[in-house]
């Protein structure tokens, strides 16, 4: 039988139970909320400086994410933008369009998750 | 439909979906891995000075993690040892043994969560 904690938590506050998910290789995190949110922001923005800046992040720790996740990859994440010279910007490969909607399902399914278990609080 | 991911990570890989879990309370976590092992060494140990050192954690810390556990709960967490004078030992309260029982059912039920995920990713 499930363990009650409603007894022993303060009902007058709002305890939520919370969490963070990510994808790992032998013990190594290679994507997750910072990866997802540098490609979302290299779509948006057409450039990985440009994302970097965004972030308050470094071009240099930008590339290493970038590229700890090729590693992972079959496909290249980001390509430099068709048409486009040296410095000319980048785009997302449609893998990686792939990953980021993957990962929003993963996320909405957590939620769920996250939602059923702080309900649990409260019976 | 879920969106699969399998044709883009390298099948080769021991690629696995990681997390992890917290209560919080106001957006401020007050427990988590870190508390649940150090309700666990006062347990095994007989005091916070003693679990505090098991986990290189200083006496300072490992009181403020249990004064902040403290504020969430309608009972404290740790008193006292029967019997002992000053400086004597500290013993878990019957709700902090429930707590730690809690989490261990939440663990579980997490562990299955991201065991079907991870079986997810090859599908």
């Known amino acids: 039988m499930a363990k009650s904690v409603k007894h022993i938590l303060k009902q ?57 996740l090729n590693t992972q990859t079959n496909f290249p994440v980001v390509v430099p933008q068709a048409g486009g010279e040296k410095g000319g910007g980048s785009t997302l490969t449609a893998e990686a369009i792939e990953l980021i909607e993957y990962y929003k399902a993963l996320r909405k399914r957590f939620k769920t998750f996250l939602e059923n278990e702080t309900e649990r609080l409260k019976i």
């Not at 290679?30 to 923005?45: Q, S």
């Open 12 to 68: 007058e506050l709002e305890i939520k139970v919370g969490g963070k998910l990510w994808l790992e290789s032998e013990g190594e995190r290679f994507f997750g909320p910072g990866p997802m949110e540098l490609l979302e922001k290299i779509e948006e923005t057409g450039s990985i400086s440009n994302a970097a800046r965004a972030m308050n992040m470094s071009y240099k720790k930008a590339w290493e994410l970038i590229n700890h």
